[in-house]
C-alpha cells in the first residue's frame, strides 16, 4: 500500500479544466459589468443636496456683483497718502537746500577782518623772530612809500591838527 501513495501529490488546490484558459475573458466581463452597476447606482442614489435649474450660470453674475459693488464714499480723509507725502518731501528738500546754500556762504578771510591785536599775540606767542629782510622780502617791491604815507595823513593839515592837539611835553622833537 505504501508503494501507490508515494507518487501521488496530493496538495489539496484544485482548479477546473479550462480555468486559466477562460480566466481573462471572465475578468473583463465582471470588471465591466461592475463598472455598469456602479454607474447606475451613482445615478439612482440622492446625495441629499439639489442644485437650483440654472444655478451655475447666474452664480457668477451675483458673485461679481457683491464683490465689485461700489464702496459708498466716506466723508474722512486719510492724513498718510502719497500726495501729501510729496509735498512734505519736496518742502523739507527746499528748507535742507536753502539751508545748505547760507551756510556754505562764509565770508572770505581777509587782513582787513583780522584784528591787529590778533596778529600781534599770534607773532608773540608762537615766538616768530622776523628780520626786517624778511618782512621786506614779504612786501612787494611797488609800494611807492611817499604816496602811501600822504594817503594815511591825508593833507598837512590834518598832521598839523594832529601835533597840536597830542600832549607833546614828555616826548622831545628834533627839528633840523
Known sequence: MKDKKTHK????????????????????????????????????????????DDYFISAHDTILQKTIAPKPKSKLRNLISTKNIIYVSGVAAMIAL?????????????????????????????????????IAGLLDEDINYIQTFEDELGNHDNLLDYLSEEDLENEIIFTE
Do not use: C
Open 98 to 134: 536753502i539751508l545748505s546754500i547760507s551756510i556754505t556762504k562764509k565770508s572770505p578771510l581777509d587782513f582787513d577782518t583780522i584784528e591787529m591785536t590778533a596778529i600781534y599775540e599770534y607773532l608773540n606767542e608762537e615766538n616768530i623772530e622776523l628780520s626786517t629782510t624778511d
Open 9 to 52: 501529490n496530493d496538495s489539496g488546490f484544485k482548479t477546473p479544466e479550462n480555468y486559466f484558459e477562460s480566466f481573462n475573458h471572465r475578468l473583463l466581463e465582471k470588471i465591466a459589468l461592475s463598472e455598469k452597476q456602479k454607474t447606475s447606482t451613482l445615478k439612482k442614489m440622492d446625495s441629499g443636496f439639489k442644485v437650483a
